[in-house]
C-alpha cells in the first residue's frame, strides 16, 4: 500500500509540472544603465562587457552628452566629422558594446553653454535648430544604433530648466525626432523619460504627458522611469493610483495614459529601474534578498504588459558612496549580489492555487529554446523537481509546480551553470 501510495504522488507531482497555457507574447528586451562604471569602472574594459554577457544583457542605455562632446560651436553642425566635435570618450565602449552584439539606446542631454547662453548643461538651448543638427550629427556618427531618447528626467530641475513640457516639445523632442528621422528612417525615438513623481520645483508625470499632447508632441515611444517612491513599495503594489505619480506598481495607469494621449501605436520603455539595497543604503532601502526577489517581479511585470518594449535596470555597480545609489547587481567592492543571479536568471511567481503554483522564468540569452531545470528545498536540501525541460523558443518558461505557500524553489540553467535567486511561494 505504500508503495502504490508514493507511486500515484510522484504521478500527481509529475503531473503538476507542466507548462502553463502561456498569455502573453511579449518581446520585451532587458537592460542596463551605468555611465559612470562602463566610462571608467575600476575592470578592464573587456571585463567590463564580459560582466554583462554574463548578466544577459540586451541592451544598454548610454547617455551622450551634448555639452561634452560639443564644447565649441561647430560649423557644420551635421557633421560628425567636424573638427568642434569630440567623440572620443564615447568611441570606446559604443565600439566595444557593439562588437559584443549588445544593443545601444542613446540618451541625449546636456545643453552646451553657447547654445543657451551661457547656462549650465541643465538649461533648454534658446532654439530647437542646434540640437536637431547634433542629434542627426550623432545617428550619422553611429549609424548602427536605432533607439534614442530625448533628454532625462525633464520633469525635474535638476535636469531641465525651464521644465516646461511645452518648451521640451518645441525645442528638443520635435526638432530631434525629425533630424533623427532624417538621419536614419529606421530610427525609434522615445519622449517624456520622466521620474516618477512631482517634485516640489517640478512637474509629476501625467502633467508631462498631458503637456506633451497638448504641443503635438512626435514621438515613438514614451519612456518612463518608474522608480518605486514609497516604503513598502513593490514592483505590483503599494503604489498610489489616485496621485499624479507613476512607478512599476502603477504601471498600467501610465500605459492607459499613454495609449489615451498618444494612440494605441505608441510604445512603452521603461528607461531607468531599481531598488537600492541595505546596508549600507537607507533611501527606501530594501535587504539583498528582496532586491532580488524584486529583480525577477519586475522582470515578470514587464514582460506582462504587452504594450512594454525595455526595461532598463540602473545599476550595475554600487555607487562607493553609500548616500547615493545602491541599486546595483554588485557591490562598490565589486561583490557579487543575490540580484546578479535574480537579473541573469529571472524567476517570480505568477500565481497560486493551494498546492498549485505558476512560475515564471527566462533563461539568457534567448536564442532559441533553453535547456533548465527546477529545484525545490525540502528536508534541509535542494531537489530536483522533475528532469531538464525546454523553454518556449523566446528563452520563457511558465510552468505550474506542486508547491505551497512558504516553498522555496530556485530555477538552474545546465549551459550557463548558474542558479536564480530562491523564490518563496507566497
Known sequence: MRIRLAAIVGVMSLALLAPAVATASSHVQYGVQDDAWLLYGPEAPAKRIAI???????????????????QREPRDARDPSDAAYDWSLYDPILQRLRAAHIAVLVSLWGTPSWANGGEKPNYMPSG???????AYAASQKYQWITRWTIWNEPNVRLFLIPNDPRLYTSRL?????????????????????????????????????????????????????????????????GGCWR????????????????????????????????????????????????QARYVGAAALRAYESARVDLLIHFLVRDEPNAAKWTSGFLTSRGKVKPSFSAYALPFAQMSRRGMRTTVWGQIRPRAGAQLYRLQQ????????????RRTASNGVLRVVVPAGRGARLRLWSPKDRLYSAALTVA
Open 52 to 70: 554583462l554577457q554574463r548578466l544577459g544583457v540586451d541592451v544598454v542605455r548610454m547617455t551622450i552628452r551634448w555639452d561634452t562632446v560639443a
Open 377 to 388: 528545498f525540502r528536508r534541509g536540501r535542494w531537489q530536483w523537481l522533475g528532469g531538464t
Open 128 to 134: 530647437g535648430a542646434a540640437f536637431a543638427d547634433f
Open 243 to 290: 496621485c499624479t505619480e507613476i512607478t512599476m506598481a502603477t504601471l498600467p495607469k501610465l500605459i492607459a495614459e499613454v495609449k489615451r494621449d498618444f494612440g494605441t501605436r505608441t510604445r512603452i520603455w521603461l528607461t531607468e529601474y531599481g531598488y537600492n539595497s541595505k546596508p549600507p543604503s537607507k533611501w527606501l532601502g530594501v535587504s539583498n534578498t528582496l
Open 173 to 237: 523632442l520635435n526638432p530631434a525626432y525629425t533630424a533623427l528621422k532624417a538621419a536614419n528612417p529606421r530610427n525609434l525615438i522615445a519622449g517624456g523619460v520622466t521620474s516618477p513623481r512631482k517634485t516640489p520645483s517640478g512637474v509629476s508625470p501625467i502633467t508631462w504627458i498631458r503637456g506633451m499632447r497638448a504641443a503635438h508632441a512626435s514621438l515613438d515611444a514614451y519612456a518612463q522611469n518608474p522608480y518605486p517612491v514609497r516604503r513598502g513599495e513593490t514592483p505590483t503594489s
